[in-house]
């Protein structure tokens, strides 16, 4: 080998040791190379022309995956040459831009349409015997560990097969209920596709190749999957709908909230049928389906027509029952009625009516709100009914006239009050004297009578057992006072009942409390 005046060297070697080959690597390239104990063997490389400095690495790496051996990047910043064997396990490169095409790097290839198990299954016979692929379920991603030229074409050909071929649709149904074609083509696809094989990538297990999801809003379904699927499961549901057109469904629908007895004559009304008129029918015997509030419906049997004699637009029968809301046009009569023993609407209509009421049910049979209504019924004594309630006093000083209401064992009370308030007026009396040199002196004279009116009203306020509360004021020349007792405790009442009531909201209800007493006459 022979070193150019511009870096290009020139390779020739034949049956040189390996580890020689790599002492004359690290010269040429300026790189560092660790060498593994287990490196051992003879090369040979013939070149024709001189090579630069990049191209002698390329294929001095080439040479070394020409004899089963990787030159792992290390991370501070030398080589190290070991065997392919078990080198996927070792740290390497992560990702493969920038890196030679003999290099040994890991790459993460995101997937966007495709399940990452699936692809693993694509690309597995593409990964070098020394290489590795693992799926990521939770980034939907594949973990590759190769050499970067081949990493390069993994990625090329994923790029290509990861395209979304899948088909969506909305079949819209006139007559059946969304959530029955929903369940029969959910039904189809499980039983096509063997409890869940085949998927959108191909692979065994990666769940159905078309997904049913029923939209009750709009009474359709949408399906989305294969093209080729969804273009045979749009066909069965617009087959399942048609034959639906003219079917005549019995459903039984069970009340949670609401009455079957008061919701009866609204749908009804809403049928043309009159609420008053007995239901004469005879029905074949046929499997019957149910459903609940919320709409959902069972199983679909096709019955014998009902015969009720119509009048005009009525299904019941009797003229004057008004324009039904809801036809069937002219294809079956509809019949509504009840089950007490279990609260339940029985409904006998075509499809498109069945959905229809089977909606206004679900609105009306709501949990509505509840009222309690209590009650305390108390015997009260004598004495503590006299000191309960409210005291009150008004007059006008100028015309010396005035009212009160009180009793006689209530504390505080409101007539000592306003005497003791009145008494100020008369508390002091002033006198003044002229001396004998000229000054006066003034004599403040305080009166017994005021002093007793206020010690009375001071010995009411603290004579008191319960709470009060009191106001007064003065509005021209009227003054007005009130007081309100109240009782603090009383052991001389028997508590004899707390009646309770408890009933729904804007519904009448009636409560009893009593008892009754034989007598024997």
Known sequence: MAAGVHAQTTLNVRDADIRAFIADAAKVTGRTFIIDNRVAGKVTVVTDRPLSRSEYFEIFLSTLRANGLVAVPTSGGAFRVQPLDNAASQPSRI?????????????????????AQSAVETVRPLVSAQG?????????????????????????????????????????????????????????????TGGGQGG?????????????????????????????????????????????????????????????????????ELVGQTPTQPVQTALSRSNF????????????????????????????????????????????????????????????????????????????????????????????????????????IVGDPSG???????????????????GAIGA?????????????????????????????????AIASILAAAGGFGGFGGKIGSTFFGAIINAVKSDTTSNLLQVPHLVTLDNQEAHSLVGQEIPITT
């Open 95 to 115: 990702g493969v831009a920038g890196a030679a095409r003999n290099s040994y790097v890991t790459e993460i290839i995101r997937l966007r349409a495709i399940d």
């Open 132 to 192: 590795s692929v693992s799926a990521n379920r939770g980034g939907n991603s594949l973990v590759v560990v190769d050499f970067a030229d081949n990493i390069r074409r993994i990625r090329e050909v994923l790029r290509r097969i990861d395209t979304d071929t899948s088909s969506t649709r909305v079949v819209a149904l006139k007559n059946a209920s969304a959530k029955e074609i929903a369940t029969a083509l959910q039904g189809l696809i499980g039983a096509g």
């Open 424 to 456: 100020t007026q008369l508390n002091t009396s002033s006198t003044t004297t002229t001396n004998t040199d000229g000054s006066t002196t003034v004599t403040n004279t305080t009166s017994p009578a005021a002093d007793t009116l206020q010690q009375s």
């Open 289 to 392: 389906g149910s459903s609940s509030t919320n709409g959902a419906s069972g199983g679909q049997s096709n019955v014998s027509q009902p015969q009720i004699p119509q009048s005009g637009p009525s299904s019941g029968g009797a003229s004057g029952s008004g324009q039904a809301a809801i036809t069937s046009a002219g294809r079956s009569a509809v019949v509504v009625t009840r089950f007490a023993g279990a609260n339940a609407i029985v409904i006998a209509a075509p499809a498109e009516i069945q959905r229809q009421l089977n909606e206004v049910v679900r609105q009306l049979d709501t949990r509505r709100e509840q009222v309690l209504v209590e009650a305390i019924v108390a015997e009260v004594s004598d004495s503590t009914a006299k000191t309960l309630g409210a005291q009150f």
């Open 200 to 268: 959108q990538g191909g692979g065994a297990g990666s769940g159905p190749s078309a997904s049913v999801v029923a939209v009750e809003g709009s009474n359709a379904v949408a399906l989305r999957g294969d093209p080729t699927t969804v273009a045979r499961l749009a066909q069965v549901a617009a087959d399942l709908d048609q034959k639906a057109r003219n079917g005549t469904e019995i459903k039984v629908v069970f009340l949670e909230n609401a009455d079957a007895e008061q919701l009866l004559p609204v749908l009804q």
């Open 400 to 418: 010396g006239a005035f009212g009160a209401s009180t009793f006689s064992n209530s504390a505080p009370n409101i007539l000592q009050i306003a």
